[in-house]
């Protein structure tokens, strides 16, 4: 599927010049994504990118935030090969499907139609990219984009939330962190209230901008538990201190695998640490009981 995509996408339509590269790749890995998805399911396909992610020594986290992390696009290079990283082929299809979220996938693909036709048989560079989805539509991409491209590492978004009970309004406060000298990202944040049946309650997605970002929702009773990050909706990581009967809660119920996963690495994380502290410490019963 990858290589067959490339006969449109690398080929009848080739990038302008060697920065290109990262368009070629980001957009046929996300054409084939869709391809495993639909012969093994979007669940499989979605939980295998996202380990790939998190990886602790390998992962494309790790190499995004260590010494040899760099943009999408660099600024030069000594080897055409220094463009072709874990960077090339994860992070920069992780924006591609930011992208698609943002705008919606109908929207998405008559977007690609629109940049396939018009540059058919000729050259292509990323603002061209960029521009046939933006007039599909009709949502400013460029800005998002740049510091996407052009930035290394990624947004650590902290979330914190409170529950009015008398206006049963809940609110979310994300505060993210980027590079020293940098710029906030922009990305979709998608997120649900569900309750201890693990019924959604409401589920949201925002288009999140800015260090500091507050999302309300109104006329909607307590959660028993927070699904966020829902999909991994966007590439960062996500601080959020859920308790454990939240987290044992939403390993058992979330109706979203991504959530589920996560929730679990969170308890494992939690009971590492505790064996570490105290060698002599057992696994919790309720964190035993989860492999049955």
């Known amino acids: 599927a990858h290589e067959y995509h490339h006969n449109q996408n690398g080929s009848e339509v080739t990038g302008r010049s060697p920065f290109e590269i990262w368009l070629n790749e980001a957009v046929t890995v996300h054409v084939e994504e869709q391809h495993h998805a639909f012969f093994f399911g979007e669940d499989y396909n979605r939980l295998d990118?996202?380990?790939?992610?998190?990886?602790?020594?390998?992962?494309?986290?790790?190499?995004?935030s260590g010494a040899a992390s760099m943009p999408i696009i660099p600024e030069g290079f000594n080897d055409p090969n220094d463009l072709i990283t874990a960077v090339t082929y994860v992070k920069a299809p992780e924006y591609v499907r930011m992208v698609e979220s943002l705008i919606g996938k109908d929207t998405f693909v008559r977007g690609l139609d629109r940049y396939f036709k018009r540059f058919k048989h000729s050259?292509?560079?990323?603002?061209?990219?960029?521009?046939?989805?933006?007039?599909?539509?009709g949502q400013p991409l460029?800005?998002?984009?740049?510091?996407?491209?052009?930035?290394?590492?990624?947004p650590v978004v902290e979330v914190s939330a409170e529950y009015d009970q008398d206006a049963r309004k809940f609110t979310f406060f994300l505060k993210q962190k980027f590079p020293e000298?940098?710029?906030?990202?922009?990305?979709?944040?998608?997120?649900?209230?569900?309750?201890?049946?693990?019924?959604?309650l409401v589920e949201i997605m925002e288009r999140v901008s800015g260090e500091t970002s507050?999302?309300?929702?109104?006329?909607?009773?307590?959660?028993a538990f927070l699904s966020l990050n829902r999909g991994y909706s966007f590439y960062g990581k996500l601080v959020y201190k859920a308790s454990h009967d939240e987290l044992m809660m939403q390993v058992r119920k979330d109706r979203d695998i991504i959530g589920?996963?996560?929730?679990?690495?969170?308890?494992?994380?939690?009971?590492?640490?505790k064996l570490l502290k105290n060698p002599e410490s057992k696994p919790s019963e309720s964190f035993i009981e989860l492999y049955y």
């Open 260 to 273: 589920r996963f996560t929730a679990f690495y969170n308890l494992v994380d939690r009971e590492k640490l």
């Open 49 to 64: 990118r996202v380990l790939e992610l998190l990886a602790p020594a390998s992962g494309t986290f790790a190499l995004d």
């Open 123 to 137: 050259n292509a560079a990323t603002q061209d990219w960029m521009e046939a989805m933006e007039e599909e539509s």
């Open 181 to 200: 000298g940098g710029k906030p990202w922009e990305f979709p944040f998608r997120a649900a209230l569900v309750d201890e049946n693990g019924s959604d």
């Open 214 to 223: 507050e999302i309300v929702i109104e006329n909607v009773d307590i959660p």
């Open 142 to 154: 460029k800005e998002m984009s740049e510091t996407w491209l052009r930035q290394t590492k990624f």
